[in-house]
């Protein structure tokens, strides 16, 4: 487990590999909750209350980029 410090308290990554690529799984040590970070270079690091919505984020921001998307939306 990493400890990190930062704006929103003291966190530790639980886990780097959920089921979405690019998404972090954070435990915060003072409010003791779980939430998901995005985990992307050229994306500021977000925070949300479930895998899926960082997921969609990633998703958006690699559409915007010209990249197929890889979580959750899917190309048509």
Known sequence: MKQIKGKYGDFRTLKKDTK????LK???????KTFYATNISG???SY???AKEAAIVVDKYLISKGKKPINV????
Do not use: C, E, G, M
């Open 20 to 23: 979405y690529k690019y998404i």
């Open 48 to 50: 949300y209350d479930n």
């Open 43 to 45: 994306l500021s690091q």
């Open 26 to 32: 954070l435990y915060n040590i003072i409010t003791k």
């Open 73 to 76: 939306l899917v190309k048509i």
